[in-house]
């Protein structure tokens, strides 16, 4: 099995009002030196090896539904998957 | 005029949109369920709001994969009218359907009230029976109504008149107050409000009615021969 690791972010275009309240939130709290906060989607994916071109597949599941590429990046990572 | 209300896992306005075309217009509606597969019978689509599969993901995400949303593009390209309200206007952005997506609102708050909505775009198939520029009182009820898009797409949208529907106040943080918008076709249109919610003075308005009364107008008009 391989692990697949997707890290999906807010294009930098789009505004985070999220972000913006956890930054708010850590100036209070007087972490002043925090100059930007932006929140993103951390997937974790489980492919099993015959997968020919992983790849492919993973860019493939980013684009049909794991993430809106009007609004969002991504990257991943493979891992080898220890089976259990 | 035969109406769809497609009803995902989560929808909670089907009722409303069915009440609407049924009883207020006395028009023949179904609900159909997500894993429908044949929408070949229906005159006109409605795609009510709620919080299809919890709003996983992103709002409309998964429901856009669902069975139904293939024969909705379909309809689309049949050229029936198509409305999506609310989450049912997040399902039509994550299909592709609609240009932009909806963020969160930029107060983070979920806001449910009445708001005034300027018709923008009097002259489609869902706002003939409003004038252009009228002011109506319709309900808003969503925590992501945030209508974003690049600046290409927004020329487009002003470029092709594809805006239908603005607010008359920011408060979501809407790409220039964008409350509603229509393919460049005239078919589908997908708006935040609910005009399914005001068909009615007994419930606080009927500013809502004039949309689905455009819709039957219209297709009265194209399709039933005066004999």
New interface residues.
């Given amino acids: 099995m391989k692990k697949v690791k997707i890290y999906v972010t807010l294009r930098e275009s789009v505004l985070d009002p999220q972000g913006s309240a956890v930054m708010g939130s850590l100036h209070k709290m007087g972490y002043g030196d925090v100059a930007d906060v932006r929140i993103g989607k951390y997937l974790e994916l489980l492919i099993s090896d015959d997968t020919r071109d992983i790849d492919a597949y993973v860019n493939e599941m980013c684009h049909k539904l794991l993430t809106n590429t009007v609004i969002e990046d991504y990257r991943f990572e493979i891992e080898e998957a220890v089976s259990q | 005029m035969k109406f769809a209300v497609i009803v995902f896992p989560g929808s909670n306005c089907d009722l409303d949109m069915y009440h609407a075309v049924k009883d207020e217009l006395g028009e023949e509606a179904d609900y159909v369920w997500h894993d429908s597969t044949d929408l070949s019978s229906y005159d006109g689509i409605l795609l009510p709001g709620g919080f299809s599969y919890g709003d996983y993901?992103?709002c409309g995400?998964?429901a856009?994969?669902s069975p139904v949303m293939d024969e909705v593009r379909k309809a689309a390209e049949a050229g029936k009218p198509v409305l999506g309200i609310c989450n049912g206007f997040q399902i039509l952005?994550?299909a592709g359907i609609l240009?932009?997506?909806l963020?969160?609102?930029?107060?983070?708050k979920f806001m449910c009230r009445t708001v005034s909505l300027k018709v923008e775009n009097a002259n489609t198939q869902f706002t003939n029976e409003y004038a252009e520029g009228e002011e109506i009182r319709i309900p808003i009820a969503h925590g992501e109504g945030?209508y974003?898009?690049?600046d290409a797409t927004y020329e487009q949208l002003k470029k092709n008149n594809q805006i239908v529907f603005s607010y008359a106040d920011d408060f979501n943080?809407s790409r220039n107050n964008i409350a509603g918008i229509i393919n460049e076709r005239g078919n589908v249109l997908g708006m935040m409000p609910h005009p399914e919610r005001a068909v009615s003075d007994l419930i606080g308005g009927s500013d809502g009615l004039s949309l689905f009364k455009s819709i039957v107008k219209q297709w009265r008009e194209a399709n039933v021969s005066h004999a």
């Fill in positions: 993901l992103r995400a998964i856009q994969s952005t994550e240009p932009g997506v963020l969160r609102n930029k107060n983070l945030n974003y898009c690049d943080g």
